[in-house]
C-alpha cells in the first residue's frame, strides 16, 4: 500500500539554528501534500499545504517564513524550521494522498523535535 | 473555532467489551468523516471513513455510526482489546478541498486485560 515516509523521526537542535525535515511519498506521486504540528496529547493541528510546483498555502497564524516548505518534486516536500525555539519543539507530521482522485490521506510517522 | 468537537477525552473499557467514541462537527460541507487510531511516537493511521451518504460503515470490530441531521458520527469497537489501547481522533473534510482534514481533540483508549 501506499506509505509515506518521514526523515529524520528525532531530531535536537539548538535555539537559533534551522533544521529540515523530508517528507517522502514513496510509491505514488503526491502533488499535495500536508503539514501538521501536534503538540504533548493534544490534537494534529494543519500547519500549511504543499503544493508541487508552486508556493505552500499556510494555515491563519502560522509564520511562513519561520516555516519554510519546499514541494520541488511530486514525492518529495520539505519542511525547514528557521531560527528555531524551544517554543517550536513538537511532533511534526507530514501526509499525502496519491494523485488519483479520492484516494485516502496516508500519514508519515512524524518527527520529534525537541530545540534546547 | 473548533469545528469538530470529542468525545470522551478519555476511555477506559475492559478487554472484551465495546468503545464507543463520539463526534459532533458544525460545517455542513464537510462530507468526508474518517477515523484514526496513533500509537505513542507515531503518526495517525487511518482505520475506517464514511461519507454521509450513508448512516453505518463496519470493518471488522470497528462500525461507523453517521447522523446527518444531528451532525454527529461515532466509532465503536466492538471486542475491544488491548492492542486497541491508543489514541483515536475524528476527523471532516471537504472533498473538494483536497483532504485538508479538522481533526477532532483525540480521545485515550485503555484496554484493561
Known amino acids: 500500500g501506499a506509505v509515506v515516509s518521514q526523515h529524520p523521526s528525532r531530531v535536537i537542535c539548538k535555539s537559533g539554528t534551522s533544521v529540515k525535515i523530508e517528507c517522502r511519498s514513496l510509491?505514488?506521486?503526491?502533488?499535495?501534500m500536508f503539514w501538521y504540528r501536534q503538540f504533548p496529547k493534544q490534537s494534529l493541528m494543519l500547519m500549511a499545504t504543499s503544493n508541487e510546483g508552486s508556493k505552500a498555502t499556510y494555515e491563519q497564524g502560522v509564520e511562513k517564513d519561520k516555516f519554510l516548505i519546499n514541494h520541488a518534486s511530486l514525492t518529495l516536500s520539505t519542511l525547514t524550521v528557521t531560527s528555531a525555539h524551544p517554543e517550536d519543539s513538537s511532533f511534526y507530521i507530514c501526509?499525502?494522498?496519491?494523485?488519483?482522485?479520492?484516494?485516502?490521506?496516508?500519514f508519515g510517522n512524524g518527527t520529534r523535535l525537541t530545540v534546547t | 473555532q473548533q469545528q469538530v468537537k470529542q468525545s470522551p477525552q478519555s476511555l477506559i473499557v475492559q478487554k472484551g467489551g465495546i468503545s464507543i467514541i463520539n463526534c459532533a462537527y458544525e460545517?455542513?460541507?464537510?462530507?468526508?468523516f474518517p477515523w484514526y487510531q496513533q500509537f505513542p511516537g507515531k503518526g495517525p493511521a487511518l482505520l475506517i471513513a464514511?461519507?454521509?451518504?450513508?448512516s453505518e460503515k463496519k470493518e471488522g470490530r470497528f462500525t461507523i455510526s453517521f447522523n446527518k441531521s444531528a451532525k454527529q458520527f461515532s466509532l465503536h469497537i466492538m471486542d475491544s482489546q488491548p492492542g486497541d489501547s491508543a489514541t483515536y481522533f475524528c476527523a471532516a473534510s471537504k472533498e473538494t478541498s483536497g483532504s485538508r482534514l479538522t481533526f477532532g481533540e483525540g480521545t485515550q483508549l485503555t484496554v484493561n486485560p
Open positions: 464514511i461519507r454521509p451518504d450513508v
Open positions: 510509491d505514488f506521486q503526491a502533488t499535495t
Open positions: 460545517n455542513t460541507a464537510f462530507d468526508y
Open positions: 501526509s499525502a494522498r496519491d494523485y488519483r482522485f479520492n484516494s485516502p490521506l496516508h
